[in-house]
């Protein structure tokens, strides 16, 4: 890939990176169809981390072939768009970010998956943000084009296990989980790769990257925040249901084992006899109580046996007082 610089229509210099196969003529980019056999074969995926500095990952099937952070405008440029009053009807990183869209399109990029931003910390971050993301939907309704997005803290989550991991966090964790192609700078903390520094933005296009190799796996998904919410609230009320289940069968069987321990005393109480014409009651401390005289007798553990070898009921009667 290279860079050319072209004029703007506000007279500022336009920085466009360009792939080999696409031409531009008289500022318009001439979006070639990609090769009917290379995408049966491999899905080109641009992963998008977006913003003035937008970082992007490449890839061909889950293997990522090349990254890095296309700067949109720089500090001058803004100030001079803004001079020319030029932010609120012709803002610039809105044409640089849709010229570098169609490119890799013409490139033969068939899905593009960004990072789906939804607090900023301003108003103009905010509007800025939403028009990189329009981008792609203009895109996407233009082609075949498949988007799909990842939410923030899904994608920290992915990558360190947490949802609030920093930046650099999120760097240490890519050095750690690919050593072989990213080092860490024992200075900065920013990673390496082949001697280049990685700057924040590219290393969450990584990430993104590598989130999209899973979700092909079949490992993660590319559910949106509410649709994660409501799939929770769903497991949630599951959970709930089978619990409350389990409790009710719980239930049952206590009270089936009570209803037969009830049954096998009253069979033990009958099987020793009646007491003054009347069966005996049961009462505490494993006894039998006839309800005329009062008289006490322990019953046996098992239902019509003594409760010890050779004994005989009648030796085991007791007067209550």
């Not at 072209?6 to 500022?27: D, F, K, M, Q, S």
């Not at 100030?79 to 010229?99: L, M, N, Y």
């Not at 590219?202 to 559910?223: H, K, S």
């Amino acid at each position: 890939m290279k860079s050319i610089a072209e004029p703007g229509e506000t007279g500022i210099t336009r920085r466009l990176v360009v792939n080999p196969g696409p031409t531009a003529t008289g500022g318009e980019i001439q979006v070639a169809p990609p090769d009917a056999r290379t995408q049966a074969a491999v899905v080109r995926t641009l992963a998008l981390d977006l913003g003035t500095q937008t970082g992007w990952a490449l890839m061909a099937g889950q293997e990522i072939i090349e990254s890095g952070t296309e700067l949109l405008a720089s500090e001058e440029e803004l100030r001079q768009q803004r001079r020319e009053g030029k932010e609120r009807t012709a803002e610039i990183r809105f044409a640089r970010f849709h010229d570098f869209v169609a490119l890799e399109m013409a490139a033969g990029v068939t899905r593009i998956v960004f990072e789906d931003v939804i607090f900023a910390g301003s108003q103009a971050q905010t509007q800025l943000w939403a028009s990189l993301r329009a981008v792609i939907w203009v895109a996407a309704r233009r082609s075949n084009l498949d988007v799909f997005c990842v939410p923030v803290a899904t994608l920290k989550v992915f990558a360190t296990g947490d949802g609030s991991a920093k930046k650099l966090e999120m760097a240490q964790a890519l050095a750690l989980a690919q050593p072989a192609q990213y080092a860490a700078d024992p200075e900065t903390g920013m990673l390496r790769r082949n001697g280049r520094l990685l700057d924040d933005n590219e290393v969450d296009a990584i990430w993104l990257a590598l989130y999209t190799a899973a979700v092909d796996r079949g490992e993660e998904d590319f559910l949106g925040v509410y649709q994660r919410k409501a799939a929770r609230k769903a497991e949630r009320r599951t959970r709930r249901a089978v619990a409350k289940a389990q409790r009710k069968a719980r239930n049952e069987v206590r009270e089936d084992e009570q209803k037969t321990k009830r049954q096998a005393l009253m069979a033990s109480i009958k099987a020793m006899g009646k007491c003054c014409g009347v069966f005996r009651k049961p009462a505490p401390y494993g006894r039998a109580v006839c309800l005329k005289c009062g008289q006490a007798i322990r019953i046996p553990k098992q239902a019509g046996a003594p409760s010890a070898p050779g004994a005989s009921p009648a030796l085991e009667r007791a007067h209550l007082i």
